[in-house]
């Protein structure tokens, strides 16, 4: 069964042109090269959760697992954590439709 996982987190307000940098030229290839692919970030306008959340798709959890236990996984979430504040990370079945 395929695996989702589902990062948010904030933007620093001194970072906002960096981060912007780092997510489309970075962040999202090297997840799609490592095998994460239906990346999708959106954006909250509305209420008291954090700004940003980014998904992505695995084959399964065994994969996604694997994935974030690589070291080139560790150095990508190291380097958006110095562009964001209040990260956090999951796994979770991946199903059809929007998933928090």
Request: aromatic fraction near 12%; charged fraction near 30%; proline fraction near 3%.
């Amino acid at each position: 069964m395929a695996a989702k996982v589902i990062m948010r987190w904030n933007v620093r307000p001194d970072k906002e042109s960096e981060y912007f940098e780092f997510l489309v030229h970075e962040l999202i290839p090297a997840m799609n090269k490592m095998g994460i692919t239906d990346i999708q970030v959106w954006y909250t306008a509305y209420g008291t959760c954090e700004q940003k959340m980014a998904e992505g798709v695995a084959d399964s959890t065994d994969d996604l697992l694997h994935i974030m236990r690589t070291e080139e996984w560790e150095e990508l979430t190291d380097k958006l954590e110095g562009f964001v504040q209040d990260f956090s990370q999951k796994v979770i079945p991946a199903t059809r439709g929007f998933q928090i």
